[in-house]
């Protein structure tokens, strides 16, 4: 789930900025393992003030090696790492499986669209509309 303006695999935002599980300077696509829980992880980030409209839901397929961590090393602070360090500790894997901080036994793939191996495509795109509801704030 995104911006429809960042619909698709490249990873833009965050090389440019960096995020938990990536440094600046590395593209990465960060999605859920399923619409609901993409929900949350955009609600613990977005201004509540307003109800956007201009959110997208995407179905990723993706092939090859992935879905785990390198042995050895852990994911804790990658974005700590400088782009080198991280290519040659993460990019023989195109697709890191991380637990969710907001419900920890699911998960969130982490796409590297620069790595060996990246198979991955858009299957399909639809617009998707955030309840209100979850934007009301009540007062006491």
């Known amino acids: 789930m995104v911006r429809?303006?960042?619909a698709g695999l490249t990873g833009e935002g965050a090389r440019r900025y960096g995020g938990r599980f990536n440094p600046?300077?590395?593209p990465a696509v960060y999605t859920s393992q399923s619409i609901a829980l993409a929900v949350l992880e955009i609600l613990v980030h977005v201004d509540k003030s307003e109800v956007p409209n201009d959110y997208v839901v995407m179905a990723i397929r993706f092939a090859g090696r992935h879905v785990s961590r390198p042995r050895g090393t852990t994911l804790a602070g990658a974005n700590?790492?400088?782009a080198a360090e991280f290519k040659a500790s993460f990019y023989h894997q195109p697709?890191?499986?991380v637990p969710s901080?907001?419900?920890p036994r699911e998960y969130n793939f982490v796409?590297?669209?620069e790595a060996d191996e990246f198979d991955a495509a858009v299957d399909w795109v639809e617009p998707f509309n955030l309840d209100a509801r979850l934007f009301t704030v009540e007062t006491a």
């Open 101 to 103: 901080v907001i419900v």
């Open 111 to 113: 796409l590297l669209p």
């Open 4 to 6: 429809s303006q960042f």
């Open 80 to 82: 700590q790492f400088t």
């Open 95 to 97: 697709v890191l499986r």
């Open 24 to 26: 600046p300077g590395i």
